[in-house]
């Protein structure tokens, strides 16, 4: 079996250009090795592929062939060893089916409303002129959705402190000190207070005894039947039963809230920040989607705005252009496999290079350019766009994180005008954060009012 070209450099230099500056480092590997080559990194032997064909095939592999789970291993600290992202074959599916569901079709429209007033609330108190960080107003938002349709929790002392914690653990992950501590075990040591990851354990042991405390006190409730009705995830895996008709265990479920919390906040508030920095660059965008929602009448129906095509269009292209996850999750392989026209042994970890696919210009001409029109133009098939991966590992909030980006983006524009904060400034380039790459700075905006504000 031929393997494809392996990356010449120092384990220890292709770990730092990774962490440092991985858009780069990819751009200049694939022009040297093209489509197919291996490099080692987090002791992985893993191949970085970028052809849309090997990437259906991927798709296409059954999950006794590869292990994704335990390649994940590096997110373990954070989000436990019962987090769906560690698990693989039975495990992986029944939580899957469990998951899934609620981020998806009726359920998931139930919290349209929700997005837009969260949206409205957040901005209530701006004043027209006013600078703002646009990061952090997405993060804010983003948060509070996950904190409602996860866990049902609206307002009071928990759901403050959770929404500090959160940020609080993923601004110090995101750090690049903290980068460094996450993608290497060996620095994982517990030094005490002072100590960075000695801080990283005592902010989350805060974060589980507030999650443990929510989890038993839904237990009570479920328990006397007090809780009414509830729709939240966070409701349903509390009334799971497996087979032998056990409930999940409290740890199982505090996993499970941590992952949905830490994959659905960050991912989607990284890429609604890139976003504004595309409006801001392009006032006729911000025209196009202004006309388009105008179409739909004084009240537009949220579910109804989430269908505009060139909404649709320009959110394709925020995550076209930097994906936040650069790379899919590993795929491990336990045989033999052959990807495209390229064979596998068994032992090499596969991984779909998101950025390098939508980077390919017979796919997008001029792919550094921002133009929402060439999704317009042709439809890509789920190999040749991927930012949410596929497959039986594809993410499980992909329709949820859609639907959050068009109406929080749509809510903004009806009622605001976006411009930079400070006259050249300088564009933000993609940075690492932890596990997902976003913009470097807060991408300060200034904010004027439009008279009068569209309902929504
Ligand atoms: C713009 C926002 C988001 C992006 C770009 C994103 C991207 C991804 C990617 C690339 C994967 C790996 C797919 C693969 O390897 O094939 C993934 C997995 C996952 N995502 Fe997302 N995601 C986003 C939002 C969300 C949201 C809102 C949730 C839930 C609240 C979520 C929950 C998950 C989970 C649980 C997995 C693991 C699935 C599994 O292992 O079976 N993500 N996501």
Not at 38 to 64: E, Q, R, T
Request: proline fraction near 7%; aromatic fraction near 10%; charge should be neutral.
């Amino acid at each position: 079996m031929t393997l494809p070209p392996r990356l010449f450099a120092p384990r220890a230099w292709q770990m730092f250009r990774w962490l440092r500056d991985p858009l780069k480092f990819l751009d200049e590997c694939v022009d040297r090795y093209g489509s197919h080559f291996l490099m080692n990194l987090v002791g992985l032997n893993m191949a970085i592929i970028s052809d849309p064909k090997a990437i259906a095939d991927l798709f296409a592999l059954d999950p006794s062939q590869f292990t994704s789970g335990s390649s994940n291993s590096l997110l373990e600290p954070l989000v436990g060893s019962s987090s769906i992202l560690l698990l693989d074959d039975r495990a992986h599916r029944r939580q899957r089916k469990l998951l899934l569901p609620p981020f998806h079709g009726e359920r998931m429209t139930t919290y349209g409303k929700l997005i837009c007033d969260l949206t409205r609330h957040q901005t209530a108190t701006w004043q027209s002129g006013q600078v703002v960080g646009g990061r952090q107003l997405m993060q804010t938002i983003t948060l509070k959705t996950i904190l409602q349709a996860v866990f049902g929790l609206v307002a009071g002392d928990r759901y403050h402190r959770i929404q500090q914690l959160t940020t609080t653990i993923l601004d110090l992950l995101g750090s690049p000190i903290g980068t460094l501590f996450l993608f290497n075990r060996s620095l994982q040591q517990d030094w005490g207070q002072w100590s960075p990851w000695g801080w990283f354990l005592a902010y989350r042991s805060q974060l589980d005894e507030l999650l443990y405390a929510e989890i038993t006190d839904r237990q009570a409730e479920q328990a006397t039947g007090s809780g009414g009705d509830r729709t939240d995830i966070l409701s349903l895996l509390l009334a799971a039963r497996d087979e032998a008709g056990q409930p999940m265990t409290s740890a199982e479920i505090r996993d499970e809230l941590i992952t949905l919390l830490l994959a659905g906040h960050e991912t989607t508030a990284i890429s609604l920040s890139w976003a504004l920095w595309w409006l801001t660059q392009n006032p006729e965008m911000v025209d196009r989607i202004r006309q388009e929602i105008a179409t739909l009448g004084d009240r537009p129906d949220p579910v109804a705005i989430t269908r505009l095509p060139y909404l649709n269009a320009f959110c394709q292209e925020t995550l076209r252009i930097y994906p936040v996850a650069i790379a899919l999750f590993p795929r491990s392989l336990t045989q033999p496999v052959t990807v495209g026209n390229q064979a596998y042994p068994s032992g090499v970890s596969l991984f779909g290079c998101t950025y390098l696919v939508h980077r390919r210009p017979e796919l997008y001409p001029n792919p550094e350019q921002f133009r929402p029109e060439r999704f317009l133009e042709r439809s890509f098939t789920a190999s040749e766009f991927m930012p949410f991966g596929g497959g039986s590992r594809s993410c499980i909030g992909m329709a949820f994180a859609q639907f959050e980006m068009k109406l929080v983006l749509a809510t903004l524009v009806m009622d605001w005008d976006l411009g930079l904060g400070y006259a050249g400034l300088v564009p933000p380039v993609p940075a690492r954060r932890g596990v997902t790459v976003g913009p470097s700075g807060p991408i300060r905006l200034r904010v004027t009012r439009r008279t009068p504000p569209a309902e929504v």
